[in-house]
Structures are given as structure tokens and as C-alpha cells.
């Protein structure tokens, strides 16, 4: 009828009820814990008790902990560093295939790109022709200056989306695929005809943002992943990818 229970460590109470009063905003940012003596008596458990859920709490983003500061740890404001990394270590999984990845990246630039087709501002379009502008110029100079213009076109894309999770999600999963292939690309045969070849595409995607052809963005995003990525998988796992591709 019932399951064996985990042991529940003291500092695990500690961080929970801290937490929740950071996130029903009975603590605002800005304000102040206690002072390590008085969190000892209100939880009634031991300064090492008390410092150790601290060090959660701050290796988490939620407070700010200076040492001798007598004001005591500060609540932060609310910040995406703590699910990005969280998602970064599920993403760098050894259970989590790159089939899963870019099946995963095509579902997410795909609706990244139909957003910000019909959501993206004037400066937000800006900034996305000038990392295409920096693109151009970097096919001359390297592909380390080329990655960075892309990465930088792509997180111009994500903000355009007006969701700061796509933009987590978007970081995170794009560095991971990138990551596990990087060797690669850096030994590709030309890489001048690969940068050729992304400069197309993000032109040609650039081009229906402007338009505010959301559908036609969001599909030669998914076309222009799987065409770049689904000869580094298997086989069999290249199957995965195809129902995300529009006849």
C-alpha cells in the first residue's frame, strides 16, 4: 500500500519555508533574512543547519549571502540562471540522445520563428539584420567571428518571441547540440561553403520575419536544422526528425 519515504534533512525545512515565502512575496527582493542567530532560534535548529540552507538558497539565485555583512542574505529578484541550469544539466544528460535534442531545437526555433515573425518590434528587427550584417562580413575572417554573429542573430530571434522561457530554452539546447558536434564543424572540409550555406538560410528567414510570414519562417527553420544537423545521427534515428519537416 505505501512506498519507503526519504529521509528529510533539517536544511531542506529551512530552504523550503524561505522559499516559500520568496515565491507568495511575503519576502520581496530586496529585503533582508535574519541574521543567522535569529533564523537558529525561529527554525530551532543549529548555525551549520542554518548555513547550509543558505548555500542552497544562494547556489539556487534566490538570495545573495556576503560574508560579515550584518544586514543579512538579501532576497533576489526572480532570474532564469537557476532553470538554465538546471536545463543545461538535463540537456548534457548521457540518457538524453541528440535525436532528442534537435527534435527538440526544430520544435522550439519553429515556434521561436513563427512568434517573432508577427511579434517582433522595429529594434528588434534591427538587431537581427545586424547580426546578419556581421554574419556577411565574418565569412572572411573566421568562423569562430561567424558563430558569434549566428548565436547573436539567434538570441535577437528568441527575445523577439516576447518569452523570456524561449529564450532560456532556446540558449540552452542550441549550446548543448553545438557543444556535442563541435568537432566536427571544426574539421568540416569547407567551411566557407558551410557559412555560405547558413548565411542563405538566415537570410532567406530574415526575410519572411520582415514579412511577418510566420509559418514560412518557422519551416525553413526546421528544414535548415535538419539539413544541418541529421548527418551527424544515426541512421535510424534520423526518423525522428522527419515529421517535423513540411512536405
Known amino acids: 500500500m505505501f512506498s519507503p519515504v526519504s529521509p528529510v534533512r533539517a536544511y531542506e525545512r529551512v530552504v523550503e519555508q524561505i522559499e516559500e515565502a520568496i515565491l507568495s512575496g511575503r519576502l520581496e527582493p530586496g529585503a533582508r533574512l535574519p541574521s543567522e542567530r535569529d533564523l537558529m532560534t525561529q527554525f530551532g535548529v543549529s548555525r551549520s543547519t542554518v548555513r547550509e540552507a543558505l548555500r542552497v538558497l544562494q ?3 534566490m538570495i545573495q549571502s556576503r ?3 550584518p544586514r543579512g542574505p538579501e532576497i533576489l529578484p526572480p532570474s532564469s540562471s537557476s532553470l538554465q541550469k538546471s536545463m543545461s544539466r538535463l540537456a548534457r544528460a548521457s540518457s538524453m540522445s541528440l535525436a532528442e535534442l534537435l527534435q527538440f531545437r526544430m520544435l522550439l526555433e519553429g515556434s521561436a520563428y513563427q512568434l517573432a515573425a508577427r511579434l517582433r518590434t522595429a529594434s528588434q528587427l534591427a538587431e537581427m539584420e545586424a547580426a546578419l550584417l556581421e554574419m ?3 565569412v572572411d ?3 569562430a567571428e561567424f558563430s558569434a554573429a549566428d548565436v547573436a542573430f539567434h538570441d535577437a530571434v528568441a527575445r523577439a518571441t516576447q518569452n523570456s522561457l524561449i529564450v ?3 540558449n540552452v539546447v542550441r549550446g548543448v547540440v553545438v557543444d556535442l558536434i563541435t568537432d566536427r564543424l571544426a574539421h568540416a ?3 566557407t ?3 555560405q550555406a547558413y548565411l542563405k538560410h538566415h537570410s532567406e528567414v530574415l526575410q519572411a520575419i520582415r514579412d511577418g510570414d510566420g509559418a514560412l519562417a518557422s519551416r525553413l527553420s526546421r528544414h535548415a536544422l535538419h539539413d544541418s544537423y541529421a548527418e551527424f545521427l544515426p541512421e535510424p534515428d534520423r526518423a525522428l526528425l522527419l515529421p517535423l519537416l513540411d512536405p
Open 168 to 170: 532560456v530554452c532556446s
Open 189 to 191: 572540409t569547407d567551411r
Open 59 to 61: 547556489s539556487n539565485g
Open 193 to 195: 561553403a558551410l557559412m
Open 136 to 138: 556577411t562580413s565574418a
Open 67 to 69: 560574508a560579515g555583512d
Open 141 to 143: 575572417v573566421g568562423y
